[in-house]
């Protein structure tokens, strides 16, 4: 199985800037997706691909990244974006990181 | 426009077997390219992913559940099904369906979800 890493939590203030890492134990290529899920709903694609932003997504957001390290960036971040995000393997099967509650100050 | 809508028992029993269906629109399994996938959650937890169906009734199983799982669609009736056998309570959980996009089997995604149906299994 690819294993995906994320860090479980991190806390910003609005108008900052933010990475959230994803870490492959395995190369995936660019086969690396991100979702944002919002308390009590269901997950919403965000990035695909790496690097290519969802139909109806913020510009604020982007992904970057290849091989097994991943980045989703959100610049600048607000309020509305409390929210937990996970990352998305679909190189070997599909697997999902354990996902990181980003939260503001 | 795209949605998906899940189904199921709500409360189960050990043992026995979960179905869920997945009904949606703007889509249809028929056409060349098309996949639904099953994904669930437990509360407070992470995702994890369960079954792909695509358009020409290929599978794919989450390989530690395979043994339980079955997909199965109705295209006639746009809809998509999963059952798990033998359930117990390590199975209470969100259960989504979301459609497939991407490049055939090649590299997917989920783009389209469902809001999802809590089912418990108890005792």
């Known amino acids: 199985d690819t294993v995906l890493t994320q860090s479980p939590a991190l806390a910003v203030s609005p108008g900052e800037r933010v990475t959230i890492s994803c870490k492959a134990s395995e190369s995936v290529s660019t086969r690396m997706h991100w979702y944002q899920q919002k308390p009590g709903q269901q997950p919403k694609l965000l990035i695909y691909k790496a690097s290519n932003l969802a139909s109806g997504v913020p510009a604020r957001f982007s992904g970057s990244g290849s091989g097994t390290d991943f980045t989703l960036t959100i610049d600048p971040v607000e309020a509305d974006d409390t929210a937990t995000y996970f990352c998305q393997q679909s190189w070997n099967g599909d697997t999902f990181g354990a996902g990181t509650k980003l939260e503001l100050k | 426009q795209v949605t998906l809508k899940e189904s199921g028992p709500g409360i189960l029993q050990p043992s026995q077997t979960l179905s869920l269906t997945c009904t949606f629109s703007?889509?249809?399994?028929?056409?060349?390219?098309?996949?639904v996938g099953w994904i669930r959650q437990p509360s407070g937890k992470g995702l994890e992913w369960l079954a792909n169906i695509w358009w020409d009734d290929d599978k794919y199983y989450n390989p530690s559940l395979k043994n339980r799982l079955t997909i199965s669609k109705d295209t006639s009736n746009n809809q998509a099904f999963l059952k798990i056998t033998n359930v117990d309570t390590a199975d209470t959980a969100t259960y989504y369906c979301?459609?497939?996009?991407?490049?055939?089997?090649?590299?997917?995604?989920?783009?389209?979800w469902g809001q999802g149906t809590l089912v418990t299994v108890s005792s």
């Open positions: 703007g889509f249809s399994l028929s056409t060349y390219g098309m996949g």
């Open positions: 979301a459609r497939i996009e991407g490049i055939l089997r090649i590299i997917s995604w989920f783009a389209y």
